[in-house]
């Protein structure tokens, strides 16, 4: 049974950094990719950026430039370093894993609030 728990949410002032972390037990050998996540109150979730297997990263427009999405070992731990934050940053945070297999298993964490006011 796989599961996810991000942290590493909080208050911050526009312009500031937040790192968020996404811890995963359970079969992470059998990860594909390792994605965030975020909604906004009243929005759809909307994808943030990945990391593949072998390192390849992928941006939402919206953050390219400002986000780094990085992991630790072998799946251990997901990282989003957000820097430059801005109020439309804020949102929950989620965190998720897709896993080779029929139809790609997918499994979400429970989310991390990102709040962004001066």
């Known amino acids: 049974q796989v599961q996810l728990v991000e942290s590493g949410g909080g208050l911050v002032q526009p312009g500031g950094s937040l790192r968020l972390s996404c811890a995963a037990s359970?079969?992470?050998?059998?990860?594909?990719?390792m994605s965030w996540y975020r909604q906004a109150p009243g929005k759809q979730r909307e994808f943030v950026a990945s990391i593949s297997l072998h390192g390849s990263a992928t941006y939402a427009g919206a953050v390219q430039g400002r986000f780094a999405i990085s992991k630790e070992n072998v799946w251990e731990t997901v990282y989003l370093q957000m820097n430059s934050l801005q109020p439309e940053d804020t949102a929950v945070y989620y965190c998720?894993?897709?896993?080779?297999?029929?139809?790609?298993?997918?499994?979400w964490g429970q989310g991390t609030q990102v709040t962004v006011s001066s």
């Open positions: 359970g079969n992470r050998l059998n990860f594909k990719l």
């Open positions: 998720n894993a897709r896993e080779f297999g029929i139809n790609d298993p997918t499994t």
